[in-house]
């Protein structure tokens, strides 16, 4: 089993969304987050004070996938979040040990 | 005189108390509109019984007495030195709206962490040290500076610019000297939580300033009319001149820039608005407007003070210079306060006016600076002003009060 988290733009939430439904994905968890990366944001003035808003909202999706499902799930993701402009996000994957049903012990790939 | 009072009566509720609520972080809005809220309520009661009498009644030249001591003899017939066309307490209760928004602009300075009760005990009796003796000198009769009834240091001071600007402003620079900046400050930003609710209250202020300038004419005659023309005229002049500074530095002109060069046209318009012709005012606004906005960008930093809401930026800065700027240009052909045909300020060849305008802002000045620390080190000593570092960083909404200003969960 495999966690992919991914951070993309709000705007594309839909379409990540839409394009991970089409590739088999059933369960995800999504997340409202503020962050960056080379972004890094943009300046506000208020009465001659500058303020730098570096954290911008974002969105996380996190989904745990079978091993044979997580290459599909990126793809989808790469090609529906991507506009070609600096702040579109990043996706990061790393190994699960288990998973647990709480409805009903189920435990292992069957369990997501 | 009722509708301009009611007028002055909105420019604190709600107009500062927007103004100042939108600039402060969302945990603290609640607790900058109570302090407005607060003023309009002590002070009234406070001037019902005593302060009333300390500032208008008949006493010596610095202070009145306790002739009008629970506004005995101030009744409905009029008093002649005050305004011969309308009654006493109308004009008491002119004079009371006046009262309550000089501390409540005080209150910018010590923003974000001050302590309900020392607010409270601190702005009422400044309104005995501070206020009541200034009102006293330029308005009350045979006040010292008084132009117009018998002062021996003729002081033009129209509506304001050393009774109410120069005192709140100064003794919000004292306040934030005194206290210290609050946790954080400059290092994390502080940025105001609704630009939207400040732009209301300035417009409000904008609106209710009519009453405030205007009203002071005590009649509805020509005078009130030059007042009324000189405030609008100003405060245009000021929004454009603080824009146009800022759009030069920072590239963008803002919305909180240009509302904040409006009420730094009306802080300086307040002296000089029954005095000056219409090309007068919107020089006094282009000055303020340009001046203020390096009092509050550059000099501010420069000493590193932390006037939460720049108070004295706008009302100290812009109250001397309006109070200066009102004996260069004010004429006896809009009000021949000396006499007829007798020069009045700088531009009619008097220029010794401005030596008695520079009279008038040292001793607002003075009496500010000495009354505040008093006053500050008093209530230091007693109940303490500030709150405490984990207060602060929680909130004065909810650990003054008890609440917040928005609950977005329910």
């Known amino acids: 089993m495999q966690k992919i988290e991914a951070v993309i733009q709000p705007s594309k939430l839909d379409a990540v969304k839409d394009a991970l439904l089409e590739v088999g994905i059933e369960g995800m968890t999504i997340l409202e987050a503020r962050g960056h990366g080379r972004q890094k944001g943009h300046t506000e003035f208020y009465r001659g004070r500058e303020y730098t808003v570096d954290l911008l909202p974002k969105i996380k999706i996190e989904l745990v996938v079978r091993d044979e499902m997580a290459e599909k799930a990126v793809q989808a993701i790469l090609s529906s979040a991507r506009t070609g402009k600096i702040g579109d996000g990043k996706i990061f994957i790393s190994k699960i040990d288990d998973a647990i049903r709480i409805r009903n012990d189920e435990r292992g790939p069957s369990a997501l | ?410």
């Open chain 2, 1 to 410: 005189m009722l509708t301009s009072a009611a007028l002055v009566l909105m420019m604190t509720g709600p107009g500062l108390a927007l103004f100042y609520g939108g600039l402060v972080r969302r945990k603290n809005v609640l607790a900058t509109m109570m302090q407005s809220f607060a003023m309009m309520c002590i002070v009234t009661v406070l001037w019902a019984i005593v302060t009333y009498s300390l500032a208008f009644g008949p006493g010596n030249s610095f202070i009145g007495g306790f002739h009008y001591l629970f506004l005995h003899h101030v009744g409905l017939s009029p008093d002649p030195d005050y305004g011969a066309t309308v009654p006493a307490q109308t004009y008491m209760i002119y004079q009371l709206m006046f009262a309550i928004i000089t501390p409540a602009l005080i209150c910018g300075a010590f923003a974000e962490r001050m302590k309900f009760s020392a607010m409270c005990l601190f702005l009422a009796l400044w309104t005995f040290v501070v206020y009541s003796p200034m009102a006293h000198m330029v308005w009350g009769k045979g006040g010292f500076l008084n132009a117009a009834l018998g002062g021996r240091v003729p002081c033009l001071d129209f509506a304001g610019g050393t009774v109410v600007h120069i005192t709140s402003g100064v003794s919000a620079l004292v306040c934030a000297l005194y206290m210290g900046k609050r946790v954080g400050y400059p290092k994390e930003p502080s940025p105001p939580h609704s630009v939207v609710l400040s732009f209301i209250g300035a417009c409000l202020l904008w609106v209710g300033w009519f009453g405030f300038n205007a009203g002071s004419a005590v009649a509805a005659n020509g005078l009130a009319t030059s007042a009324f023309v000189n405030t609008h005229f100003a405060t245009a002049a000021a929004a454009i001149s603080w824009s146009i500074a800022e759009w030069i530095r920072n590239g963008k002109p803002s919305a909180l820039g240009a509302i904040s060069g409006a009420v730094a046209g009306l802080v300086a318009i307040t002296p000089a608005s029954g005095f000056v012709q219409p090309m007068s005012a919107l020089a006094i606004g282009a000055v303020a407007g340009a001046f203020c906005y390096l009092m509050v960008t550059k000099v501010k930093s420069w000493f590193g003070y932390d006037d939460s809401l720049d108070a004295f930026g706008v009302h100290g800065a812009g109250g001397t210079i309006g109070a200066i700027l009102t004996g260069f240009f004010a004429t006896s052909a809009i009000n021949p306060i000396f006499g007829a045909g007798k020069a009045t300020g700088a531009i009619d060849g008097n220029w010794h006016q401005v030596l008695n305008q520079l009279t008038g802002v040292a001793i607002a000045w003075g009496i500010s600076i000495v009354g505040t620390l008093i006053l500050l080190k008093l209530v230091d000593m007693t109940i303490g002003l500030r709150v405490t570092r984990e207060e602060e960083i929680e909130g004065l909404d909810v650990t003054q009060h008890g609440e917040e200003g928005y609950d977005f969960a329910s």
